[in-house]
Each structure stands twice: as C-alpha cells, then as structure tokens.
C-alpha cells in the first residue's frame, strides 16, 4: 500500500524546525502532503498563498513532498487526499499535552489513520513560528532559524532596509 502523510501546521512562517520534520518525513513515507491550515479565526503574518509559495521554494528538491493548504477538520482532508498517516513534530515535554489531545480527538474521528511523531533535531528543540517573528519584528537576526528565502521575505513584511 502507498504510504501517504499529512504534515500539517500553520507554517507562519516555515522554520527549519519544520523543514526538519519533513524532510525526515519525506524518508519514510511515499509521499508527504504538507497541509497549511487556512484558519479564519488566526491573523497570520503571511496569506495562505505566501505561505505555500515559500514552503514550494523550500521543499522544490524534495521530490515527494507536496504543498496544499486546507479548511476544516485534519481527518477529513486527510481522507479527501487519500492519505493515511499524520505526521506531528514534538519539541518539549509542554508539545505533548496539545499533541495528545490533538491525536485522541483525531482518532476518535476515523481510527484508521495514524499520528506518528517524530522529535526534533535538539538543535531546534526551541524554535516556532512565533518566536522567529517576535525577533524579525524587532530586527534581530534570524539567520540560521528559518530558510534564506524566509528571511528575506520576514525582512520585507517588517519594512527592514537589506
Ligand atoms: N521542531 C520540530 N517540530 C516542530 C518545530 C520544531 N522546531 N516547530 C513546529 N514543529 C511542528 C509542530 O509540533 C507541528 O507538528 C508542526 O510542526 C506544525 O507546527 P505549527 O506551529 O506551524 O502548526 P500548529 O501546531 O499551530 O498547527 C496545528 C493545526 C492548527 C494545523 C492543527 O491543530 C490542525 O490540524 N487543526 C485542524 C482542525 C482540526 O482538525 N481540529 C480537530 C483536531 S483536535
């Protein structure tokens, strides 16, 4: 059976905490469907669109990685893209409160598809979205925390001349 995983998140944007779990994701399963949760209630930094033009640059060498974005329930894009498995990154002991609960739920909506986890690279055991744009915000440097491409593109939401 073709083994396909869902990798969903907010990727606002996509750190090298992220890109980490993909691509380690992209080993072991056939194919990895990155899923960008287009959430009405969340103001995020970048669109929806920004944020899968950036993840399309990030990920173009990993030949079975594909980029989507989805409204709704996981599961049930899940089931609507044929995949089987959802892939979820744990950073710390306080990821796995939320990550269970997130995995409980899920699978009490359809048992069949399985949550793996997969625990980060120490070296990015501290890294989120939302402490890169604390620090873009306020023009330290996020170099080495998110893909170049990323960086450019925090530089220019936050008007910081390059
Ligand atoms: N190292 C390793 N993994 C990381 C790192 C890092 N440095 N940073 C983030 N990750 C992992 C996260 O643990 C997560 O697995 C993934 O990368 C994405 O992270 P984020 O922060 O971009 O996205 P989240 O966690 O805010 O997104 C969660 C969703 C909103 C996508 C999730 O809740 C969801 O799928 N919701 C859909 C609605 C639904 O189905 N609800 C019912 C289930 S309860």
Avoid: W
């Avoid at 170049?148 to 220019?156: C, G, I, M, W």
């Amino acid at each position: 059976m073709r083994k396909v995983a869902i990798c969903s998140g907010s990727f606002d944007p996509i750190t090298l905490g992220h890109l980490d779990i993909i691509k380690r994701g992209a080993t072991v399963f056939d194919e990895v469907i990155v899923g960008i949760l287009n959430n009405i209630n969340k103001k995020p930094l970048f669109s929806v669109e920004e944020r899968i033009e950036l993840l399309e640059e990030t990920t173009r060498d990993i030949p079975n990685v594909k980029i989507d974005s989805f409204n709704g329930l996981l599961i049930d894009y899940a089931k609507k893209v044929g995949a089987n498995c959802i892939i979820r990154g744990l950073r710390a002991v306080s990821d796995f409160e939320y990550e269970m609960q997130i995995a409980s739920m899920n699978r009490k909506l359809d048992n069949e598809i399985e949550t793996f986890f997969i625990m980060t690279n120490n070296e990015y055991s501290f890294l989120s979205s939302s402490i890169v744009k604390e620090v873009a915000k306020y023009q330290g440097s996020v170099s080495g925390l998110v893909p170049p491409v990323v960086e450019e593109a925090l530089k220019r939401k936050f008007s910081i001349p390059r």
